[in-house]
């Protein structure tokens, strides 16, 4: 038995085919049944052989970098950026571009709505935004409120169309023209948004809402496995 397929704009539209097929030809029901089964085998078969991924593994003197990296960003142009302990690092796919930060490691990256790159470093934050084909730093710490010295950023999210930079004790906040101090808080482990919601986890205390300068927990730590 011979199956035609029908072809558009070189992509096979098989269900369509199929249809057109079923339609036009007075097979009884069980005959379509098995027509339909195997068409359905060898799209699967041919899927899963194209589709079989190809790996590259990067080693420390491919990027030429820190071998310590803290987190990862896949940015909207498909860049990849990653907080090095070098430095920002960063990776179009055909090159590696470490971009250095005041000789301390980059703590935290993340992509904003806005498309710039922020990051955090000790005693320092900002974003990175491009200048032509070139990466140009921003810092925010010279801002009224600013990060102690001694403090660096651990991670970074939006809420709200604003951008918040967890420090080690305090949580800034970045509006687009001005940053300030959210809250401080000496139990702070990770800061995370959650379906719109701003959500800390906090020692001794468990998983918490953040509600202007409160905390509503919502899950007791001896609750969390």
């Known amino acids: 038995m011979t199956c035609f397929v029908k072809k558009t704009d070189g992509n096979p539209k098989t269900l369509n085919s199929f249809y057109y097929f079923c339609k036009y030809k007075n097979y009884d029901l069980k005959t379509k049944f098995l027509i339909l089964f195997s068409l359905i085998s060898l ?3 041919a ?3 194209d589709w079989e991924p190809s790996i590259t593994t990067y080693f420390r003197h491919d990027y030429e970098a820190a071998e310590r990296n803290l987190q990862i960003c896949h940015a ?3 860049e990849m950026f990653f907080a090095n302990a070098k430095g920002l690092l960063n990776f179009n796919g055909l090159k590696w571009t470490l971009f250095d930060m005041n ?7 993340f992509e904003g709505s806005d ?3 922020y990051v955090g470093t000790k005693g320092d934050f900002g974003y990175f935004e491009y200048s ?3 990466l140009e730093y921003n810092s925010l710490k010279d801002s009224d409120e600013t990060i102690k010295p001694h403090e660096s950023i651990r991670k970074i999210v939006e809420h709200n169309g604003k951008i918040l930079f967890q420090a080690d004790t305090s949580v800034f906040s970045y509006d687009g023209s001005k940053v300030n101090l959210l809250f401080s808080d ?3 482990e990770s800061l995370m948004c959650v379906s719109g919601h701003l959500l800390l986890q906090r020692d001794n205390f468990g998983l918490c809402k953040v509600i202007g300068d409160e905390f509503e927990i919502l899950i007791p730590k001896d609750k969390i496995k």
Do not use: E, R
């Open 43 to 45: 799209l699967v078969s």
């Open 47 to 49: 899927q899963s052989y």
């Open 103 to 109: 000789h301390q490691p980059c703590n935290a990256v």
């Open 186 to 188: 000496k139990h702070m």
């Open 76 to 78: 909207s142009n498909h």
């Open 132 to 134: 032509g084909n070139t």
């Open 115 to 117: 498309g710039k790159i």
